[in-house]
């Protein structure tokens, strides 16, 4: 998977992969690899006309620099990889930001040996650092990984403003995940009645979207969210926090599988996914698994794959989200997960804020009936407990004196 999942990233990336290598050995200390394989090395980068060599392995600078001499072209790994990707597929301020303070929490955990490195003379991938004695680079790293920081905090604080005010208005939130490229955009297209770019590229979504979608009455948000992926580095997962924390705070996770691929990949990516999950520390939000893309596999298939996953897997749900099939049956088990909505009623009197209270009520809940009279309005609702006591609170609170007037004729009150 490993080899694999690399050229699909480098191909996300831009690159058209020319060759491949592997060895199995414990890393070398100058080169990460053998000095004979470098040799081969550099005899395929010359035979292949290479431009770039990617490494699956993390590399030190030493490691990089020395391979860059050796073969005289630059040398990347799988982190600088995953990075290139992201930083062309940002599109919102905030996604560029968090990709440039990844990018400088990983220059300055290398600051000092790059440097020193650069000062030996330029190679390919060290150009450009010569000028900067070390503390002073160190020092310019850090003023400018505070100010990035300062500057992502105001629009995290926005973000806590808008889910604060969601939560204000009684959304149960939903949240897709997954693995890149198991179709977790094209069901959000599916669901919500969207066009979010789908791609069959790693890592088309880099920042949330977020759609209020409606299953039998019960209003959700449901947000997309950047995908997963193997060894996706810790420095990307904390600068990514906040696209992240809308999967934390969610209420229900619709993690998915491409149901396509090998067994023993599913399995595998499916650990990676909760293992991730755990790590931006949302291990106690429900999880309904959903393996996509059974419009590429014969019916036998689908139940042996459902067979296999089940002791794995909670939840489990079979579907097509390009062509939208079992969506309904998908639907029906989120609305069972999130099936705590109460039912409740009251009679307040027509007055002045009783339609603007009426319009809030409509955003937040499944109003069942609305009984006007000439002087007041009986109303019958479902919502999420946390709505219907806002609920509750408001209408003692603004329709108090009158309210408890109707309740002498008996009228029961949410």
């Avoid at 209420?251 to 650990?271: C, F, G, N, R, T």
């Avoid at 939000?285 to 996953?309: F, R």
Wanted: hydrophobic share 40%; glycine share 4%.
């Amino acid at each position: 998977m490993s080899l694999d999942e690399l050229e699909s990233l480098a191909e996300s990336a831009g690159y058209t992969v020319v060759g491949k290598m592997e060895q199995v050995r414990d890393p070398d200390a100058r080169y990460q690899i053998g000095s004979g394989k470098v040799e081969e090395l550099a005899q395929l980068v010359k035979e292949k006309g290479a431009e770039k060599v990617i490494f699956d392995n993390p590399l030190r600078p030493t490691q990089a620099y020395n391979l860059a001499k050796a073969t005289n072209v630059e040398i990347i790994d799988r982190f600088q990889l995953i990075l290139e990707i992201f930083t062309k597929r940002a599109t919102t301020t905030e996604a560029q930001m968090q990709i440039q303070l990844a990018k400088l929490r990983y220059d300055l955990a290398q600051a000092k040996e790059r440097v020193r490195l650069a000062k030996k003379g330029e190679q390919p991938g060290f150009m450009g650092l010569g000028a900067y004695e070390v503390d002073v680079y160190y020092e310019s790293v850090k003023r400018e990984m505070h100010a990035m920081r300062r500057r992502l905090k105001k629009i995290r604080g926005k973000r806590v403003l808008h889910r604060e005010r969601r939560e204000e208005l009684g959304f149960t939130s939903i949240s897709l995940a997954g693995y890149t490229k198991a179709g977790k955009s094209s069901l959000f297209n599916s669901l919500a009645e969207e066009t979010v770019p789908v791609d069959t590229a790693l890592f088309t979504t880099l920042s949330t979207t977020t759609r209020l979608v409606t299953f039998s009455n019960k209003k959700f948000l449901l947000t997309d969210t950047v995908g997963f992926i193997d060894r996706l580095p810790l420095t990307l997962i904390e600068a990514f926090h906040s696209t992240l924390e809308e999967t934390i705070y969610s209420d229900l996770i619709l993690l998915m599988l491409d149901a396509s691929e090998p067994d023993y990949l599913m399995e595998k990516k499916l650990s990676i996914c909760i293992e991730t999950i755990d790590r931006i520390g949302a291990a106690g939000v429900p999880i309904i698994t959903v393996l996509n893309k059974i419009d590429l596999i014969p019916e036998t298939e689908i139940q042996k794959k459902l067979e296999i996953m089940k002791e794995k897997a909670t939840n489990l749900v079979p579907i097509s989200a390009l062509y939208r099939t079992n969506l309904e049956p998908l639907k029906q088990e989120v609305l069972k997960i999130l099936s705590n909505y109460v039912r409740a009623s009251f009679t307040i009197p027509l007055t002045k804020g009783t339609m603007p209270f009426m319009g809030w009520l409509y955003k937040g809940a499944d109003v069942q009936t609305a009984d006007y009279t000439e002087s007041s309005v009986h109303v019958v609702f479902e919502a999420n407990p946390s709505f219907a006591e806002k609920v509750r609170n408001r209408v003692e609170q603004e329709f108090h004196a009158k309210v408890e007037k109707i309740q002498e004729k008996g009228t029961t009150n949410a």
